[in-house]
């Protein structure tokens, strides 16, 4: 099975600082993942051409099943709100995280993180090197599912967590807590702003793959996770092969686990 995570940056190349679907769905499709968790997923966003890059990611995998959930409506960096349950259908910009499963899903399960009360400072690369930008916070959602695969049932979950320094381990717990209410094996796919061993040392959960995903040009931390609970760990077996291609579009490069168990 291959497990993947990306954060797509709203699928915005870093060179020429367009938008492409096409360079989307064929960066995507050589991921070849059969569960892939997305993270800064546009929706019917002007920027990125009113595309749904969920829908784009799941037909470039082939996948039957694929849920989009905002975290919020509107714009990062202009205009925004949080989004809520009754916005998920809605036909305005929508920005948050997606999962994507070439596996039947049996059941979603949506959980909304509160923002971090202040703003702090990000780094963000772009055509004239890495600038400090100061930013508001915004909400956050883990969207996990329950998903029947070659090791029965399981529970693959992803989130985009805050980039304030100890917000982001508050929100790391709360998923925790939200992930052990499903079945086991739990796998999380998600860019989790918290660099190398930091998410296995607030988790407690396994890292299955230790790779610099960020900034994408030339990767220096990671901050994009592949996580097991412990508990039915042994039913995934072992990981066989870790990649983190170079993508034509983002900022962040993807990570991608096979793992090879006994069914």
Not at 38 to 55: F, N, Y
């Amino acid at each position: 099975m291959r497990f993947g995570t990306f954060n797509l940056m709203h699928g915005r190349s870093l060179t020429d600082g367009l938008v492409e679907t096409g360079r989307i769905w064929s960066g995507i499709a050589q991921l070849d993942a059969d569960v892939l968790g997305l993270q800064e997923v546009d929706r019917a966003q002007p920027r990125s051409g009113h595309a749904d890059l969920a829908r784009i990611a799941a037909d470039a995998l082939g996948a039957e099943h694929a849920m989009f959930v905002p975290a919020v409506v509107g714009t990062p960096g202009e205009a925004f709100r949080p989004a809520t349950d009754e916005d998920a259908e809605g036909v305005d910009p929508h920005y948050g995280v997606a999962l994507v499963s070439r596996y039947p899903v049996l059941e979603w399960r949506v959980t909304r993180l509160p923002a971090a009360p202040l703003r702090a400072p990000i780094v963000i690369p772009g055509p004239k090197g890495m600038q400090l930008t100061l930013l508001d916070d915004e909400p956050r959602v883990l969207l996990a599912a329950v998903v029947a695969t070659p090791v029965g049932r399981m529970t693959v979950a992803t989130t985009h967590l805050s980039f304030v320094p100890g917000w982001n381990v508050r929100q790391l717990r709360m998923v925790r807590r939200a992930l052990l209410t499903l079945p086991a094996p739990r796998v999380l796919l998600a860019d989790l702003n918290l660099p190398g061993g930091l998410p296995r040392l607030f988790s407690g959960w396994h890292r299955l793959a230790g790779v610099p995903t960020y900034p994408s040009l030339s990767p220096q931390v990671q901050f994009d996770h592949v996580l097991a609970d412990r508990r039915g760990i042994e039913r995934l077996g072992r990981v066989i092969d870790v990649t983190s291609p170079s993508m034509p579009f983002s900022d962040h490069r993807p990570l991608v686990v096979t793992v090879r168990g006994r069914w």
